[in-house]
């Protein structure tokens, strides 16, 4: 175990060192933007279970789980700062049904697409096509579950950002990945 942590931050690895530099700053510019997308509905709410209020506490939580990863990266393993972001995003998708009905199409579009991208640049190749397929399952089921079952009384959530939010992310990510197509193994 010490051996991976060790050749995992060794500068004598320049694909290593180019992870774990790309692994650091994911992490922090996902943990900054959400950040900054949760503090004006934290500030100008006052504390309630509005859908608005629970959605920002959620961004803020994730934003915090971002900053540790990028140091978990920094510190220890990109692999390790890599996978807790991405079990931290995979699992907060997988409430959006129960609290964002209406929204589980796009989110598992723009979810599967960011850990797609995010395994594709910070993971060994292996692990990144195991996170991949782990990921758009997960998400399809997301996307199921916000689709067929019955409404839990939470009001469905229409967002006229959410829409052009996903086709930014969608190109930006797409360009990463295909950025790095030559190096993935199928």
Do not use: C
Request: overall charge positive; glycine content about 6%; charged content about 10%.
């Amino acid at each position: 175990m010490m051996k991976t942590i060790q050749s995992e931050t060794s500068s004598a690895h320049p694909e290593g060192a180019a992870r774990r530099n790309t692994a650091i700053r994911i992490n922090l510019a996902a943990g900054g933007l959400l950040f900054l997308a949760s503090i004006p509905t934290l500030l100008t709410q006052r504390p309630e279970l509005s859908l608005n209020y629970v959605g920002s506490v959620i961004t803020l939580v994730m934003s915090l789980l971002s900053f540790l990863s990028a140091w978990i990266a920094y510190r220890y393993s990109y692999t390790r700062g890599s996978l807790l972001f991405i079990a931290a995003l995979l699992l907060v998708s997988l409430g959006v049904p129960f609290y964002a009905n209406g929204l589980g199409l796009q989110s598992g579009i723009i979810v599967a697409i960011i850990v797609v991208s995010v395994a594709a640049t910070t993971l060994s190749s292996a692990l990144a096509a195991r996170v991949s397929i782990v990921a758009v399952f997960i998400e399809a089921g997301v996307i199921l579950v916000d689709l067929y079952l019955p409404d839990f009384g939470i009001e469905a959530l229409q967002s006229a950002s959410v829409n052009p939010f996903l086709l930014v992310i969608v190109l930006v990510f797409t360009y990463y990945i295909l950025r790095q197509f030559a190096g993935y193994t199928f």
